[in-house]
C-alpha cells in the first residue's frame, strides 16, 4: 500500500517567484481558490499569533480597552491580498489590523486534578482564564 502526501501550500510558495524584495520584506504572488483574493493577517497579541480576515469574531488575550472602543494592532507578521503575499522580518512595515472591542469575560473552567493511588493524596483546583472578544474591522498594510 503506498500513501501519497501532499502539501499544496508550501508547495505553492516554494514553486512562486518573488515579486520583491526590499527592507526585509519579501512579496509572492499567490493566485487565489475561487477567482477572487481572500485577505487575511497573522497578528501577534497576548504572547500568541493568530490569523484573521476582516468581518471576523475572535477570543484574545485580555486588553486593557473598554468595550465598544477601536483598537490597532501593528504586530503584522504577514499579510495576503490581491497584490501577493508580504512577509515581515519581524513584522511587516506599515501593516496595520484595526478592530473593535466587542466584549470581556471568562472562558469555561479548567479542572486541574492531582492524584496518587493508595497514598490518600488528592487535590482539585480550578481556573478561567479572562478574555477580550474583538471584531476585526480591517487589514491595511
Known amino acids: 500500500m503506498v500513501f501519497y502526501v501532499s502539501q499544496p501550500s508550501a508547495n505553492l510558495l516554494l514553486d512562486s517567484e518573488p515579486l520583491s524584495c526590499k527592507n526585509d520584506t519579501f512579496n509572492f504572488k499567490k493566485p487565489s481558490a475561487r477567482g477572487f483574493p481572500i485577505m487575511y493577517a497573522v497578528i501577534q497579541t497576548g504572547g500568541k499569533q493568530y490569523r484573521v480576515k476582516e468581518g471576523e469574531y475572535l477570543k484574545v488575550e485580555t486588553l486593557p480597552v473598554e ?3 477601536q483598537i490597532e494592532f501593528d504586530k503584522v507578521l504577514l499579510i ?31 479542572h486541574i486534578i492531582k492524584f496518587r493511588r493508595r497514598k490518600h493524596y488528592m487535590k482539585k483546583q480550578g481556573h478561567r482564564q479572562n478574555y477580550t472578544e474583538i471584531e476585526i474591522t480591517g487589514i491595511s498594510g
Do not use: L
Not at 513584522?91 to 484595526?98: A, I, P, R, S, Y
Open 67 to 69: 468595550a465598544g472602543e
Open 80 to 110: 495576503q491580498n490581491d497584490a501577493g503575499i508580504t512577509f515581515g522580518k519581524p513584522f511587516v512595515e506599515g501593516g496595520k489590523v484595526t478592530a473593535t472591542i466587542r466584549s470581556h469575560g471568562r472562558h469555561k473552567k479548567v
